[in-house]
């Protein structure tokens, strides 16, 4: 008796399913490390959302329940770090400095970055090709953070977060910030954890302003 034929066609559209015996991970994760393969394999700007949802096996409106943009992936366990801020630095000991105080906050946010967890991107981004929108992504988000620091430092010194000196530790402990994670991530497999890097970045810094109006 002849058996029937099997149709082993397959429908291009069909996205892929992940391996069988892969622990399971997040949608998040999952478009993350798609997005990470195509930025390598094709490059940064050619490489669209839907190259990347398609790649993770989910829908695009999978995608922008994580990300608003295509550089915001990147910067997940960062984005998650720094919703901790305000928080931290509402519960800041009160006799620190304005500036010891956000040094602190951001150190005590970064401890989970260490040998072992370095943000892909501090470390690859020379394999991308396209530079100018990852920066502007990783400035943004810093950036974002002095509306936080602004505010928590002009209730600090009893001025409006509208004058200059609010403005500027604001601004110049984000640099610092900045600063520190680079020099963290470029120091290879000695860099220890992120933490004190940030706060010898923050320590010159501490010279300059006082608590004073």
């Given at each position: 008796?002849?058996?029937?034929?099997?149709?082993?066609?397959?429908?291009?559209?069909?996205?892929?399913?992940?391996?069988?015996?892969?622990?399971?991970?997040?949608?998040?994760?999952?478009l993350?490390?798609?997005?990470?393969?195509?930025?390598?394999?094709?490059g940064?700007?050619?490489?669209?959302?839907?190259?990347?949802?398609?790649?993770?096996?989910?829908?695009?409106g999978?995608?922008?329940?994580?990300?608003?943009?295509?550089?915001?992936?990147?910067?997940?366990?960062?984005?998650?770090?720094?919703?901790?801020l305000?928080?931290?630095?509402?519960?800041?000991?009160?006799?620190?400095?304005?500036?010891?105080?956000?040094?602190?906050?951001?150190?005590?946010?970064?401890q989970?970055?260490?040998?072992?967890?370095?943000?892909?991107?501090?470390?690859?981004?020379?394999?991308?090709?396209s530079?100018?929108?990852?920066?502007?992504?990783?400035?943004?988000?810093?950036?974002?953070?002095?509306?936080?620091?602004?505010?928590?430092?002009?209730?600090?010194l009893?001025?409006?977060?509208?004058?200059?000196?609010?403005?500027?530790?604001?601004?110049?402990?984000?640099?610092?910030?900045?600063?520190?994670?680079?020099?963290?991530?470029?120091?290879?497999?000695?860099?220890?954890?992120?933490?004190?890097?940030?706060?010898?970045?923050?320590?010159?810094?501490?010279?300059?302003?006082?608590?004073?109006?």
């Open positions: 008796m002849t058996q029937p034929l099997t149709d082993k066609r397959t429908t291009p559209e069909e996205p892929p399913r992940p391996r069988r015996g892969r622990p399971r991970v997040s949608s998040r994760e999952m993350e490390e798609a997005a990470l393969d195509l930025f390598i394999e094709n940064y700007a050619k490489t669209t959302i839907n190259h990347i949802t398609r790649r993770a096996g989910v829908s695009r999978t995608f922008f329940n994580y990300f608003h943009a295509k550089g915001d992936v990147f910067w997940g366990q960062v984005d998650e770090s720094l919703a901790h305000e928080e931290r630095l509402a519960a800041s000991d009160p006799s620190l400095s304005v500036v010891q105080a956000i040094g602190q906050a951001f150190a005590d946010i970064a989970d970055f260490g040998p072992g967890n370095v943000p892909w991107i501090l470390t690859n981004y020379s394999l991308l090709g530079l100018s929108e990852i920066q502007a992504s990783a400035v943004s988000r810093f950036a974002a953070q002095t509306h936080t620091l602004r505010h928590f430092a002009a209730s600090r009893g001025v409006s977060p509208e004058s200059e000196t609010p403005r500027i530790i604001a601004y110049s402990t984000v640099s610092a910030v900045i600063a520190a994670a680079q020099i963290w991530a470029a120091a290879g497999n000695e860099r220890g954890h992120l933490s004190p890097y940030i706060l010898h970045a923050i320590e010159p810094l501490e010279h300059g302003f006082k608590d004073d109006k």
